[in-house]
């Protein structure tokens, strides 16, 4: 099998980002991007999707986190639809329920070329340390544009901020893992009807 990697530098007034990735690795990662807490979360993905993940940023973080924290979803996003390729032989779906104590979350994503993100997670609290938690959609916005994925992300339970975010993270890691398996039996085969995604 060709080598499923990519890495993308994307570049803005407001942030410098390059993020490399290995679909085929083993949950290796490393981050230097400012936003701790986003890193922790990024980390849940690599860990938990088998993914290797490397970001680097730049960003304008005197005014706050979020144009950083938005394109690195994006430039994750685009690094992903890079390494997916054509597709052939992907699962394509992949789905996961990960709790962490009482909390709960669901992740389903589909690698289907339409993107669109189903969010619904009800932080108990707005900040978790010094991360505003409005960004987790920004990022997962960003993601899902670029990546031509659909996602529903569904918090199930919880009442620790902290663990909700990770569930949803762990959650989105395994979903990924299963959705970019490679099939044998379908080596070459785009999974879809279409003949294309
Ligand atoms: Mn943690």
């Known amino acids: 099998m060709e080598q499923r990697t990519a890495e993308v530098e994307r570049n803005t007034l407001e942030t410098q980002i390059t993020v490399s990735i290995n679909l085929d690795g083993v949950g290796k990662s490393s981050f230097a991007t400012g936003v701790p807490f986003l890193d922790h979360m990024m980390d849940q993905i690599a860990r938990h999707g088998l993914i290797d993940i490397d970001v ?31 597709k052939k032989g992907l699962q394509r779906y992949g789905h996961a329920y990960v709790p962490l104590d009482e909390a709960l979350s669901r992740v389903v994503v589909d690698f289907s070329g339409r993107p669109g993100l189903f969010y619904d997670v009800k932080f108990t609290r707005g900040m978790i340390g010094r991360f505003d938690v409005d960004l987790f959609r920004e990022f997962f916005q960003g993601f899902v544009n670029h990546a031509g994925v659909t996602l529903h992300i569904d918090n199930l339970k919880g009442a620790n901020a902290h663990h909700i975010a990770e569930t949803i993270f762990k959650a989105l890691g395994r979903a990924l893992r299963m959705a970019i398996t490679a099939d044998p039996r379908i080596a070459g085969i785009v999974p879809s009807t279409k003949g294309s995604l």
């Open 56 to 86: 680097r940023a730049n960003g304008d973080l005197e005014i706050d986190a979020h144009h950083t924290v938005e394109d690195i979803g994006i430039t994750l996003g685009q690094a992903f639809a890079k390494a997916v390729g054509d």
